[in-house]
């Protein structure tokens, strides 16, 4: 079965270029996101994670750890990170796991079980489908998934927005539109009746359809 949005994020046991971590241990009590890349000394990925290094604070100020993973050992990732400073101006301030025997791969089903078990001799080719964006909220449930080709270089400050959405989702009944940003208006969701809308927004709200209800952003 493929992972899906509300499972559980699997656990595991990893090398990274910050020690060996207990995956839950490691979230702890905060959120996480976790961004995976198909091999090191890959260009579009060397981009990404030097903005991210750049980004960090944004995503501390929201109690949010980032970690990278990349199909490759961490002596690889040790030489990657000059190379990602070079070019970027900032090297990868954050956890990077040495994924060498596809094992994270497979548990979150970026790799088939059929993949082998070792990094060596794999192209990028080869592990083009780990290139994705899972958001995991402190209960450890998958709360978002963002998948991009290896030809694409993934919008961060995007996935700082979908986790400002989901923080905010999961602490008041409301759903965020299309384009929202931090402090616009927000939904009330059909499954929270006028009665108890009240009760959660005595300011009221804008009636636009009966199933769409718009609402001051709750503080």
Request: with cysteine; proline share 8%.
């Amino acid at each position: 079965m493929a992972l899906q949005i509300g499972d559980t994020a699997p656990d595991f046991e990893a090398e990274t270029t910050e020690g060996t971590i207990r995956f839950h241990d490691w979230i702890g009590d905060s959120w996480c996101i976790i961004f995976s890349h198909p091999k090191d000394f890959t260009p579009v990925c060397t981009t990404e994670l030097g903005y991210m290094a750049k980004l960090k604070p944004e995503f501390d100020k929201r109690n949010c750890k980032i970690i990278g993973l990349s199909v490759d050992p961490v002596d690889n990732h040790a030489e990657w990170s000059k190379d990602i400073e070079e070019t970027q101006g900032t090297a990868p301030n954050y956890p990077m796991i040495g994924d060498k025997d596809l094992q994270v791969a497979k548990l979150y089903g970026m790799l088939p079980a059929g993949a082998g078990d070792s990094a060596e001799g794999r192209t990028p080719a080869d592990n083009a489908t780990v290139r994705t964006v899972f958001v995991i909220g402190p209960d450890k449930k998958v709360k978002a998934m963002i998948i991009y080709p290896m030809s694409t270089g993934r919008n961060f400050d995007e996935v700082l927005r979908l986790l400002d959405s989901c923080q905010l989702t999961a602490e008041h009944t409301v759903a965020t539109p299309v384009n929202w940003q931090p402090g616009d208006d927000v939904i009330i969701p059909p499954t929270v009746s006028d009665d108890d809308a009240k009760k959660k927004f005595p300011e009221g709200w804008t009636t636009l359809k009966p199933y769409l209800r718009v609402v001051k952003q709750p503080k």
